[in-house]
Each structure stands twice: as C-alpha cells, then as structure tokens.
C-alpha cells in the first residue's frame, strides 16, 4: 500500500480513502504498528470487522486513534466507536459508519438499528455518509442496501475476500457494491497460503495459516458523491495486479 496507494489516488483524483484494516497484522487483526502504516502511506480512516479484537493491543487502539472504527453494533461497553465525520485534505467532510452482520457470524446487535441510531448525527455535520457493512451473507449486504437507498451516499461490503461485480447506483442515489475485495497474495485462498487451507478442508485437521507469498492484488471501488446532496453520481470497481518486480495489470469496470 506504500508503494501503490499514491499513484491511484492521483489517477483517480480521490479526495478521501477508507479502509477495512481488520486482517491488517499479517492476516489476522490490526495492531498500532499496522494502522500507522496504513494511515502514513494515505488512508484517513480504518473500518473494521468482526476480527478487530484478535490482536490484544487493538483494545487501546481503538480507544485512542479515533481514525480506526469498530463496528457500531458491537455492545456499548466496547472500547472505541463506530461512527465519525472526518475531514478530507481539500476540506469536505465524509461521515463514516461501520457495522457488521449477523448471519452466519458473532450475535450482535442489528446492524439496521444501529444505521439507524447513528446515520442522524452523522447527517448533521455532513451530507457524504458511507457505510462498510463488514458481513458473510450477500444477502444480509444487498438488504442493507436497500433499506439506506437514498439516506447514505455509499453502501460498501467487505469480508469475504472476494471482490464482487455487482457495483451500481440504486434508484435513489445511493452507491453500492456487496463487496470491495481484497488487498492480498493473489495466489490463495482468501490471503491464506492455499496448501494449508486445502490440507484442513481434505483432513478436517488443523493447520497453520500464514499470508501466501506471489503477486498482490488490490482491490478497491472510486465512488463519486455529490457534496451538496450527498448522493452518488458513479462507483468504479478498481481489480489490480502488482508482482513485486513488475508494472501493474489493469482492470476497472464502471457502472452509472
């Protein structure tokens, strides 16, 4: 991300980047160290997910970098917070909400109330609100995505890994994609080095995971909000490829 995040920022002219963090330290959660990488190499604020506590530090990170957000349907008696309005370099300010789904992971409380309790103040202060809705089921995701068409200017989904090809504006301006991907190994399974997730699959045994080594991919969306009304005019998904002694491969898609 030091070596890439620049040179997209500049091809894209984003004004704001976020990003989902939580398998950040090798794979598995988010320590200070990797969140001040993070937040160096260009990224103004850090979601997470339902692995945010894996790495014991993160407990005092969160309660003390307001750039790295917990899911805001965790319990109240979380450290940390879910929500935020942060400022961009040129000035505008983004509301940023973060929340995780329940199907097929940890009971927590309803991600839709919880949009519901927190989208209001984040309104107050701006109109640009995006959403990480860091959950299992597409299902759970698209749902959430139409129930805030038209009241947040991004519903984006991370998680599974795997970017999906699904990017659009619904009917009321609000951009959406079930999810944004990856940054990680290309060759692999999720991140994972692929000969140890097939041992456990074919064995039902234990294996250590470590991050694969190879080719990184990079995955990302570019949504363009309308700062007056907070609604999306486009999202772009963004599908590259850097092996580490070579030029990047490029592929983008656009929907409207």
Not at 107 to 126: G, K
Not at 199 to 208: K, N, S, V
Not at 223 to 250: C, K, L, N
Request: glycine share 10%; hydrophobic share 40%.
């Amino acid at each position: 991300m030091r070596a890439r995040l620049k040179p997209l920022v500049q091809q894209f002219g984003a004004d704001f980047v976020m990003a989902n963090a939580e398998n950040a330290a090798g794979g598995l959660g988010i320590t200070r160290e990797t969140a001040e990488e993070l937040l160096a190499a260009g990224v103004h604020v850090l979601t997470s997910g339902n692995h945010i506590w894996r790495q014991r530090e993160a407990v005092k990170l969160v309660e003390e970098e307001p750039r790295v957000l917990r899911p805001a349907n965790f319990p109240s008696a979380c450290p940390g917070r879910g929500a935020g309005v942060f400022v961009a370099p040129g000035g505008g300010k983004v509301g940023v909400l973060n929340v995780t789904g329940r199907t097929f992971m940890e009971p927590l409380d309803c991600p839709f109330r919880a949009t519901d309790e927190e989208i209001p103040a984040l309104q107050e202060r701006t109109k640009v609100v995006v959403v990480d809705i860091h959950a299992e089921a597409t299902s759970e995701k698209i749902a959430l995505g139409w129930y805030l068409d038209g009241r947040v200017s991004a519903v984006l989904g991370t998680h599974t890994h795997v970017q999906t090809a699904d990017e659009r504006i619904l009917p009321n301006g609000t951009a959406y994609i079930t999810d944004v991907g990856m940054t990680g190994p290309r060759d692999s399974v999720l991140g994972v080095s692929r000969n140890a997730v097939i041992a456990r699959f074919r064995t039902g045994m234990p294996h250590r995971f470590e991050v694969a080594p190879g080719p990184v991919l990079v995955n990302a969306v570019v949504v363009d909000i309308d700062e007056q009304t907070g609604s999306a005019r486009t999202i772009e998904r963004i599908a590259r490829e850097f092996a580490p002694e070579s030029h990047a491969t490029t592929s983008t898609s656009r929907t409207q």
